[in-house]
Each structure stands twice: as structure tokens, then as C-alpha cells.
């Protein structure tokens, strides 16, 4: 397969967003301290990514906000993919989930007052026990470090690409 082929859509992942491919695309993202959970369905062909940035949704005050996306946090993207993939007709256990990201590498005087330590392996850590409670167990991974990588995702055939950024993130 060439991801040069013009006839495939591309699609920038944000940030607190998820992709739901029903039709193929290459979904690309940037990931530092982020994760990135991919689920594909080869008998379907169809795959689904989130791009989250906080462990849990529960961590964070006013949570009932209307604004709030749900991608966000690794808890409740997990939750997201996993439905939506259902409603295309995916069994959860022919699932092949990948995961990404998850960064450290901050010293404490790098660190701004606001932040949390640690936030890269607290993500890596949520998405392993909220894909452990569904009974999923990552396929491969490609986490922690204290560079970013840059991701391509292909949502008809589930493959993932890796770019690791030269510079630290951190």
C-alpha cells in the first residue's frame, strides 16, 4: 500500500478528538505526553483512533460542562471507540488495539505549577487498565520515552506508522 495514493482521504487528529473511519482514510496526529488508542476490525475492515490527553474525567473539576469532550480523557475515549465500533458491527474481541504515546521526561523545574508529574505514564497506565477492564490487550505499543512521535494511522487496513521526533518534547 503507498500512502501516496491521492483516492485515500486524510484526516489531522486534534488534541481530545477521536476517528471513527467507516470508509479509508489515513488519520495522522502528534503525540507528546498524549495517547493514542487504535481499534481496528480486519473482517470489517473499518478502524477507529483517539488522541487523549488526561488519564481520567473523573480527575478534572466541572466535568459536567456541556463543552467537555469526551476523547479527552483515556477513560471515557476508551469507552467511545469501543461503542462506536460496536455500532459498525465489531465484536469487541476481534479488535486489534494499538497504543501510543505517553512521553516523560520532565524534570521538577521544568514543570509549570499547573501541570501534574508524570502525566505520560499516568495516560499509558489509564489505557492499559481501562482496555484491561473491556478484556483488550494491545496488539503492540510504542510508549513512553521523553520524544513525541508523529503517527499515521490507516484506517482500512489498521497498520500504524511512527515517526519518532528528533528533538525532546520536553
Known amino acids: ?94 479488535l486489534e488495539v494499538k497504543l501510543f504515546g505517553g512521553a516523560t521526561g520532565l524534570t521538577y523545574s521544568q514543570v509549570r505549577p499547573s501541570c501534574a508529574l508524570g502525566i505520560g505514564n499516568r495516560n499509558v497506565d489509564a489505557a492499559l487498565k481501562h482496555l484491561k477492564e473491556q478484556d483488550l490487550k494491545p496488539r503492540s505499543m510504542d510508549v513512553g520515552g521523553n520524544v513525541g512521535r508523529k503517527l499515521l494511522f490507516c484506517t482500512y487496513t489498521g497498520d500504524v506508522w511512527i515517526k519518532r521526533l528528533e528533538k525532546k518534547m520536553f
Not at 470508509?23 to 502528534?30: A, D, G, M
Not at 495517547?35 to 466541572?62: D, W, Y
Not at 469532550?69 to 476508551?78: F, H, L, M, P, S
Request: with cysteine.
Open 1 to 94: 500500500m503507498s500512502l501516496s495514493n491521492s483516492n485515500i482521504s486524510r484526516v489531522f487528529l486534534h488534541t481530545g478528538d477521536a476517528y471513527i473511519g467507516v470508509k479509508p482514510t489515513i488519520v495522522s496526529t502528534v503525540l507528546g505526553s498524549c495517547v493514542a488508542i487504535s481499534m481496528f476490525s480486519p473482517r470489517t475492515r473499518q478502524g477507529a483512533i483517539c488522541h487523549a490527553f488526561l488519564p481520567s474525567r473523573s480527575e478534572i473539576k466541572n466535568v459536567n460542562e456541556p463543552s467537555v469532550q469526551i476523547c479527552r480523557y483515556v477513560d471515557t475515549a476508551v469507552a467511545h471507540l469501543l461503542k462506536s465500533m460496536n455500532r459498525l458491527g465489531v465484536k469487541k474481541n476481534e
